[in-house]
């Protein structure tokens, strides 16, 4: 399986930004997709989470800021970025996870600032 992301950039505090992931080759029916982030000198932290059924599952810094949404037919999972904060910067992963196997994307650099 192939994750690739995009969407990423600049913006300033309180713009909004939409990622995008799309996987490709043995993608599984029922699956997890999620997105991840990892800032400078911390570790990686899970942002959001859906399954193929859509139930989701936020970190809690960043509910009711963050959608994540999937389009199965597309096999391909999105993060609607709003109320976009500095601490938000970040590299963020697309993830794909299913029993006994996980996948990553490339990262995608989101950066808040003024």
């Known amino acids: 399986v192939q994750l690739q992301a995009s969407g990423g950039g600049l913006v300033q505090p309180g713009g909004s930004l939409r990622l995008s992931c799309a996987a490709s080759?043995?993608?599984?029916?029922?699956?997890?997709m999620g997105w991840y982030r990892q800032a400078p000198g911390k570790q990686r932290e899970l942002v959001a989470s859906?399954?193929?059924?859509?139930?989701?599952n936020y970190a809690d810094s960043v509910k009711g800021r963050f959608t994540i949404s999937r389009d199965n037919a597309k096999n391909t999972v999105y993060l609607q970025m709003n109320s976009l904060k500095p601490e938000d910067t970040a590299v963020y992963y697309c993830n794909n996870k299913g029993v006994g196997y996980t996948y990553w994307g490339q990262g995608t650099q989101v950066t808040v600032s003024s």
């Open positions: 859906i399954t193929s059924d859509g139930r989701t």
């Open positions: 080759g043995s993608v599984l029916r029922i699956n997890v």
